[in-house]
């Protein structure tokens, strides 16, 4: 069953955000006319169940957004405590910029096929005078630890993991969108678990895999449009 538990506010959410600085630019001329933010500390499709932690979505016209929780939890599928997911943005003549943070602690995937203390994916849009950026500045994890395996070295964006029996994991998963100039976007998903299981042929031998499920674990997007 899934279990959740919600907790009020705190000033963490708060002390997540960041500034992002702009060039100055005339007023006459327009800048971003939207802006777009979305984080999450887990979301689960898989064994019939579909569940999501509390998300929190950014208005285009700008804002903050908190989504938490104390505990989130699907059997054998993953388990997090204290999940605080922030958005924040704003649109004027001068500078556009949105924010996302994801964080979570206590991670547990699988039974522990991937875990770690604490999980934090951060995704930063802007758009100024100079044109328009995307990044994933102060994501990470702390203690990861993979198929009983400490990661102890940073992860690189998009690294791909096996996970025996399951299917495999995208670590610090990012996905960009955008020209770079009138516009900007990033998605950064820290775990992003592809559930597997192998295609038979008519011996008996394997003839490739198929998806059957997924499970994301701090999830953060921004964008500036």
Do not use: C
């Amino acid at each position: 069953m899934l279990k959740l538990k919600l907790r009020t506010p705190g000033m963490f959410a708060l002390a997540t955000l960041v500034a992002l600085g702009a060039l100055t630019l005339p007023a006459e001329r327009a800048m971003a006319q939207s802006v777009g933010g979305k984080a999450f500390g887990t979301f689960v499709n898989a064994s019939g169940v579909t569940a999501q932690s509390p998300v929190a979505a950014l208005p285009e016209t700008g804002g903050y957004a908190l989504g938490e929780a104390q505990t989130f939890g699907v059997p054998n599928t993953v388990d997090a405590q204290w999940l605080t997911a922030v958005t924040t943005g704003d649109v004027d003549n001068r500078k556009s910029n949105s924010q996302s943070t994801s964080e979570l602690e206590a991670v547990s995937v699988l039974n522990g096929l991937v875990s770690a203390d604490n999980v934090t994916a951060i995704a930063s849009s802007y758009r100024n005078a100079a044109g328009a950026g995307s990044n994933a500045d102060g994501s990470g994890f702390v203690n990861l630890v993979v198929n009983g395996v400490p990661v102890t070295t940073d992860v690189a964006p998009n690294t791909r993991v096996t996970l025996p029996g399951a299917g495999y994991a995208v670590l610090n998963e990012q996905t960009r969108t955008g020209d770079g100039v009138t516009s900007s976007g990033i998605t950064v998903n820290m775990i992003h678990v592809v559930l597997q299981q192998p295609i038979l042929g008519l011996l008996g031998q394997v003839t490739g895999y198929e998806q059957v499920g997924e499970i994301v674990v701090g999830s953060a997007s921004s964008r500036v449009n």
